[in-house]
């Protein structure tokens, strides 16, 4: 039996352990969207991971609308992500880029440009901006000259990814995002090929992941889906029916891993009762499984692995308070908690200062 110590394979990454880091927006690159330097020491304070993904990366403008995220479709954007990578790579450490296109969850005021969509919809509730929170606005349904530019950004974002150092890059397919906006019907109205029949909402996975491949290879590729229960308004009315068809098909690519963000009914950050799909797509999906959400000990991560279900565990806030998680898992140590006051602050505090075990006991 496996423990969360072990090496894995991942694709063509080689994982020292099972504890990985999950993607995790800090609002700490410039308004240009261009890393800082503090974002390499806060990853390279983290290159204990069995592998790092990044906070989610915008491929586009257009796909980008949380103040002070980073992107990756300039080459300066991707030069100043190559200090993170060898920050990281110089610690012993491997990262992989998330790649997002946040579709209709963006604000024209940061993007300058309607939101798009797959249909023409409008997400409930308010937008993160430079201004403070403002309402959604209705946004435009994409055209297939749309997608066929989206795509070619998808491949351009994955060559920036790749020279600027990274691992591999992970596509950003869950919490709502734009390929979430055409995986469920709940945010899919389209009567075209993109809509409709599971194949025809899972046609924009596949688009994007083929282009991926087509720079990155298969092995440095994976995917992030959030299957069960809504997620940022985006909601299906047979998860089943559409996500594991999805899984078959990302198996069939051959990718790295597949990663499944998956609250339960007791969730601390989004939960819902719709049950989890990782056992069926399990079956469909034969590659490294990696199972996310309310992960903060050893013995209930080791637990999802010994069911059988789970190769590895990705752990989001633990590991943004605990730049030792790996260590303090090997020993059972205490974890700190971490600040969402200071989750998408800008500046140091609450990034790079939470403490080791070793400066907390020297403190
Ligand atoms: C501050 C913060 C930022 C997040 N940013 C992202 C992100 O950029 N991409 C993503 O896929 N999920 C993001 N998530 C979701 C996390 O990856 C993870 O699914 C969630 O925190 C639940 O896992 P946990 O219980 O281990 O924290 C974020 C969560 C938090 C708390």
Redesign the pocket.
Known sequence: MASLFDPITLGAVNAPNRILM?????GRADKGAVPTAIMAEYYAQRADAGLI?S??TGISREGLGWPY?PGLWTDEQAAAWKLVTDAVHAKGGRIVA?L?HMGRQVHSAVTGTQPVSSSETRTEGQAHTYEGKQDFEVARALDEGDIARILDDYARATKNALAAGFDGVQV?A??GYLIDQFLRDGANKRTDRYGGSPENRTRLLREVVERVIGEAGAGRTSV?L?PNGDSQGVDDSNPQAVFVPAAKLLNDFGIGFLEL?E?GPN????KTDVPPLSPQIREAFTGPLVL?????DRAEAQAKIDEGVADAI???????ANPDLVERLRTDAPLND?N?RT??SQGPEGYIDYPRLDEAKAA
């Open positions: 999950a993607p995790l927006t800090r993904i906070e989610a995220a998330q997002w950003h869950a919490n992030r959030s963000r609250p969730g601390t950050f989004g996310n959400s309310d992960y903060f990705s752990f989001g806030r633990a590991f943004l971490s969402p989750w998408y």
